[in-house]
C-alpha cells in the first residue's frame, strides 16, 4: 500500500510539473505575440520580426493541449509582418503550414482553416496572382457560410475580399453583388454608422467609378 501511494505521489508530481511548464510556456509566448502584434501595428516590422520569430520558437517548444494553437497563430503572425514587409517567398510557406496545422487540428472546416485560406489568398492576391487567391477565397466563404451563417460580419469580410479580386481583375459585373451582399451584411449586424459600413459603400462607389457611373 505504501509503495502504490508513493507511485501516485511520483504521478502526480509529475503531472503537476508537466503542468507548471506548460503554464510557463504560455505565460512566455502571450506576452511575445501581444508584443509582435503591436509592433506590426505601428510600422516596426523588423523589430515584430524578431519578436514575433521568438514567439514561435516558444510555440513550437510548448507540449501541452493548446501547443498546435500557439504555432499556428505564431506563423500566421510571422507571415503577416513579412507580407507588410513586401517579403512574400517568406510569408508563403509560414501561411501555407499554419493552414496545414489548422486543418489537421481542428478540420477542414474549421472557421481557424478559413482564417488561414483568407490569409494566404490576401497574399496572392498582393502579388497579383488571381487565380491562386480565387479558390482559396471561394473555399473560406463556404466555411463561413455553412459555420457562422450566412449574415455574420466574418463572411462580409470575405465576400468583401472576393468581390475586391473580382474588380481587380475588371470583372466589375460579377463584383457588384458581392459589394452589395457584403454592404447588407454589415448594415444589419454592426449598424449603419459603423466604420465597416463605410468601407463598404465606399468599394461600392469605387467599383461605380471605375465602371463610369
Same mark, same amino acid.
Given at each position: 500500500?505504501?509503495?502504490?501511494?508513493?507511485?501516485?505521489?511520483?504521478?502526480?508530481?509529475?503531472?503537476?510539473?508537466?503542468?507548471?511548464?506548460?503554464?510557463?510556456?504560455?505565460?512566455?509566448?502571450?506576452?511575445?505575440?501581444?508584443?509582435?502584434?503591436?509592433?506590426?501595428?505601428?510600422?516596426?516590422?523588423?523589430?515584430?520580426?524578431?519578436?514575433?520569430?521568438?514567439?514561435?520558437?516558444?510555440?513550437?517548444?510548448?507540449?501541452?493541449?493548446?501547443?498546435?494553437?500557439?504555432?499556428?497563430?505564431?506563423?500566421?503572425?510571422?507571415?503577416?509582418?513579412?507580407?507588410?514587409?513586401?517579403?512574400?517567398?517568406?510569408?508563403?510557406?509560414?501561411?501555407?503550414?499554419?493552414?496545414?496545422?489548422?486543418?489537421?487540428?481542428?478540420?477542414?472546416?474549421?472557421?481557424?482553416?478559413?482564417?488561414?485560406?483568407? @490569409? #494566404? %489568398?490576401? $497574399?496572392?492576391?498582393?502579388? /497579383?496572382? &488571381?487565380?491562386? *487567391?480565387? =479558390? +482559396?477565397?471561394?473555399?473560406? !466563404?463556404?466555411?463561413?457560410?455553412?459555420?457562422?451563417?450566412?449574415?455574420?460580419?466574418?463572411?462580409?469580410?470575405?465576400?468583401? @475580399? #472576393? %468581390?475586391? $479580386?473580382?474588380?481587380?481583375? /475588371?470583372? &466589375?459585373?460579377? *463584383?457588384? =453583388? +458581392?459589394?452589395?451582399?457584403? !454592404?447588407?451584411?454589415?448594415?444589419?449586424?454592426?449598424?449603419?454608422?459603423?466604420?465597416?459600413?463605410?468601407?463598404?459603400?465606399? @468599394? #461600392? %462607389?469605387? $467599383?461605380?467609378?471605375?465602371? /463610369?457611373?
Amino acid at each position: 500500500m505504501k509503495r502504490t501511494t508513493t507511485m501516485l505521489l511520483v504521478l502526480l508530481y509529475l503531472v503537476f510539473c508537466a503542468g507548471l511548464t506548460v503554464a510557463a510556456q504560455e505565460i512566455q509566448w502571450k506576452p511575445l505575440n501581444d508584443e509582435a502584434l503591436s509592433l506590426y501595428h505601428k510600422g516596426l516590422y523588423d523589430r515584430a520580426v524578431v519578436v514575433a520569430t521568438n514567439a514561435l520558437q516558444i510555440a513550437e517548444q510548448e507540449t501541452g493541449s493548446n501547443h498546435l494553437y500557439y504555432v499556428a497563430d505564431s506563423l500566421n503572425n510571422l507571415a503577416l509582418v513579412y507580407k507588410a514587409q513586401g517579403q512574400y517567398a517568406a510569408a508563403e510557406p509560414l501561411y501555407k503550414r499554419a493552414l496545414a496545422i489548422d486543418e489537421k487540428a481542428v478540420g477542414p472546416d474549421h472557421p481557424a482553416v478559413a482564417t488561414d485560406l483568407n @490569409n #494566404l %489568398a490576401v $497574399l496572392y492576391y498582393s502579388q /497579383g496572382q &488571381y487565380a491562386a *487567391a480565387e =479558390p +482559396l477565397l471561394r473555399r473560406a !466563404l463556404a466555411i463561413r457560410d455553412k459555420v457562422l451563417g450566412p449574415d455574420h460580419p466574418d463572411v462580409a469580410a470575405n465576400v468583401n @475580399n #472576393l %468581390a475586391a $479580386l473580382y474588380k481587380a481583375q /475588371g470583372q &466589375y459585373a460579377a *463584383a457588384e =453583388p +458581392l459589394y452589395k451582399r457584403a !454592404l447588407a451584411i454589415r448594415e444589419k449586424a454592426l449598424g449603419q454608422d459603423h466604420p465597416y459600413v463605410a468601407q463598404s459603400l465606399n @468599394n #461600392l %462607389a469605387a $467599383l461605380y467609378y471605375y465602371e /463610369g457611373q
